[in-house]
Nanobody, 118 residues
Framework: QVQLVEPGGGLAQPGGSLRLSCAFS????????MAWYRQAPGKQRELVAS???????NYADSVKGRFTVSRDNAKKTLYLQMNSLKPEDTAVYYC?????????????WGQGTQVTVV
């Protein structure tokens, strides 16, 4: 069973930076497409950034040029470097892992970590 563990997010000032990490266990990390989602109070969960097993990345327009997603397959860890933070980046950030095998989709979520920009 895949487990995703996200150590604490944190508090930052506007214009500041934070780095999130997500530790993966229980399967072969390199097979999974990894992603960060976020959910602000009263809003739907939205995709922030994703990274494929080969390293291809995708970003929400709202974070392009400010956030960088990366992965270390040897350490089985996903990262999100967040720069030039804005108050609207305040949300709970979730790590996600997805892998399809035939007709079966495997999808897992971390517990979420709070990021507050004030």
């Amino acid at each position: 069973q895949v487990q995703l563990v996200e150590p604490g997010g944190g508090l930052a000032q506007p214009g500041g930076s934070l780095r999130l990490s997500c530790a993966f266990s229980g399967s072969i990390f390199s097979l999974y497409v990894m992603a960060w989602y976020r959910q602000a109070p009263g809003k739907q969960r939205e995709l922030v950034a994703s990274i494929g097993s080969g390293g291809s990345t995708n970003y929400a327009d709202s974070v392009k040029g400010r956030f960088t997603v990366s992965r270390d397959n040897a350490k089985k860890t996903l990262y999100l470097q967040m720069n030039s933070l804005k108050p609207e980046d305040t949300a709970v950030y979730y790590c996600n892992a997805e892998h399809s095998l035939g007709s079966t989709l495997y999808n897992y979520w971390g517990q979420g970590t709070q990021v507050t920009v004030v």
